[in-house]
RNA sequence: GCCGCGUUGGUCAAGAGGUUAAGACGCCUCCCUUUCACGGAGGAAUCACGGGUUCGAGUCCCGUACGUGGUACCA
């Protein structure tokens, strides 16, 4: 690659960012960070019907906490600015007028209600297309079928007009994706694409090819959705800026529903139970918060490390890769062709392995803003970094320090008896008792001087350990679950271990 | 409807003409642990279908089916 890399991403301000697209953006990044290149981000907001407050802040929230960082776009600066489409509009006028004038484009005065109406004639024609192309613009309300006179003279009342580009009939548009390779259009199938709205604004079509050639984009990803509309793009840059200059392009596969058929979406995660956006997003107009991976408890590198490895593997058995890994291992040859359906349940394995090997002083803060959450307060930070290291490996997601960890800073709330009763004899209430005491006594407090002092009375009242360390745990914990009972001992203190003892004692009388 | 893209266990996937068709998630059994988890061992389960090409096809070609995307003055 003899030029430098530039890729970008270009989001649209109108809602939550979608797995998808933070996989998009990642693909780029990735790619980007390998060759040394930059990675920009390009607000394209050319919708204004669609404009959505605070979506583009909060694009950019969701990369910070992925740790994709931009190196251009309207948030970091850089050389092509303006990087946000609507502060661009009045540039894309001039090629539109340029391709008019070359005989590539063409003005179109067809009202909406025309435009229907074209549809319907279409449709009752039994066409097998209701495109607006060149078998029908002849029969339009355009500057093709206009005179020049009067193609002017609508111009000059300021009649709403759109540009369309000119497709011609029965030609072939060749070029070679990435990931897919060789791709043959047919311009029998495209359609005259508006290039300029009526407002001015360009559509997508138009302004993504002449920002990717402005701001000298060399690779284009973006989702398999944009593959019909390729044709278009394509001779645009052979129109506009000569196909030499075109980036090398690549379309990602879909994120697919895990049940049923189509994309994933919003809704999917509403009804199935897990969240689709990277963070928490709130609705401007209805309130409505959807939920985010970060807010349920992911890990940014969990989260990347499992959107990597939806759709692109790197041919070993590897599944966890860091960043650093990430950018090192990634190629864009490799990514599937095919749509994968998201597993939320693997999602969280990934999460899983994440949280096992996390780094606890850097988490200890949000965790102890879990803890808070839940009405406990945490003043001893070396405690907790050595309940974290002792829960991290039965944690899923991050709320599971707290549900996996609470006893270890309060008493337990609820005490499973239940789980005692049906084996419990006065000779384990006395044993307990016998305990209680010659702890009280004892000077030493490690978890090995416990169980060792555990294992004796035990021995001497003829009763198996094994019998008594569930009781035992049901106190400290109040529940079948947690690290080594005799840790947990030695971690909440002989004042905090006596008291849970006799509290459950004084329940099963 | 038309056009494009795709199709290896339930899911993610390795695989680039010759393999007993990896591995992971999930599920099940067992071991470890008298908790839960981690870890370890094992198990069930797959090349959409039909034709070719070839000595030989999951791999190449053609159909069919299915899926998916597009078919907007949305991106």
Not at 10 to 25: F, K, N, W, Y
Not at 61 to 86: F, I
Not at 150 to 178: G, H, N
Request: hydrophobic share 40%; glycine share 6%; aromatic share 12%.
């Amino acid at each position: 690659m003899a030029q430098k890399v530039r890729v970008r991403f270009a989001p649209s301000p109108t809602g939550g960012l979608h797995l998808g697209g933070v996989r998009t953006v990642l693909f780029n990044y990735l790619f980007a960070k390998k060759h040394g290149g930059d990675f920009i981000v390009r607000i394209e907001d050319t919708d204004q019907s669609r404009f959505v407050a605070g979506a583009e802040a909060y694009i950019f929230d969701c990369l910070k906490w992925c740790g994709l960082t931009p190196d251009e776009s309207v948030l970091h600066g850089g050389q092509y600015a303006p990087y946000r489409q609507s502060e661009r509009k009045a540039i894309y006028r001039q090629y539109a007028e340029q391709l008019i004038k070359d005989g590539y484009a063409y003005y179109a005065f067809d009202t909406p209600a025309e435009l229907e109406t074209m549809r319907e004639l279409l449709k009752t024609k039994g066409s097998s297309s209701l495109q607006y192309d060149h078998h029908v613009r002849m029969n339009m309300n355009n500057s093709l079928r206009l005179l020049p006179e009067e193609t002017q003279q609508l111009l000059d009342a300021a009649t709403p007009y759109v540009i369309r580009i000119k497709i011609s009939p029965d030609e072939f548009i060749p070029f070679t994706d990435m990931i897919r390779g060789d791709i043959n259009f047919d311009t029998n199938a495209v359609d005259d694409k508006v290039l300029l709205k009526a407002d001015g604004m360009p559509t997508y079509h138009l302004a993504v090819v002449v920002d990717d050639f402005l701001m000298k984009i060399t690779h284009a990803f973006r989702g398999e959705e944009w593959l019909p509309s390729a044709p278009v793009h394509i001779l645009l840059w052979k129109y506009l800026f000569g196909l030499d200059n075109m980036p090398e392009w690549a379309h990602l596969p879909l994120i697919l529903k895990p049940d049923g058929n189509g994309k994933l979406s919003k809704r999917d995660g509403d009804r199935l139970g897990f969240p689709v956006y990277a963070m928490d997003w709130t609705d401007p107009v209805s309130n409505e918060i959807t939920k985010g991976f970060k807010e349920i408890g992911f890990l940014p590198e969990a989260f990347i490390n499992l959107l990597a490895v939806l759709g692109w593997n790197d041919g070993t058995e590897q599944e966890i890769f860091s960043e650093e890994e990430l950018i090192e291992k990634f190629s864009i040859e490799k990514v599937h062709k095919g749509g994968a359906k998201f597993d939320f349940e693997k999602a969280k394995w990934f999460n899983h392995e994440w949280i096992k090997k996390l780094d606890v002083e850097h988490y200890a803060a949000r965790v102890k803003e879990i803890f808070k959450s839940n009405g406990i307060a945490i003043a001893d930070d070396h405690y907790l970094n050595k309940v974290m290291h002792l829960v991290k490996e039965r944690c899923t997601l991050l709320p599971d320090f707290y549900t996996q960890g609470s006893f270890f800073f309060q008493a337990p709330v609820t005490i499973d008896t239940a789980a005692i009763k049906p084996k419990w004899d006065d000779r384990k209430n006395l044993f307990f008792i016998e305990l209680v005491k010659a702890w009280q006594l004892s000077t030493l407090w490690e978890s090995t001087d416990l169980e060792l002092s555990f294992k004796e009375i035990a021995a001497a009242n003829s009763l198996k350990t094994g019998e008594l360390m569930l009781p035992l745990r049901i106190m400290l914990v109040g529940g079948k679950f947690g690290p080594g009972v005799f840790e947990i001992a030695a971690a909440i203190g002989k004042k905090a271990t006596i008291a849970r003892v006799e509290h459950t004692l004084s329940l099963i009388e």
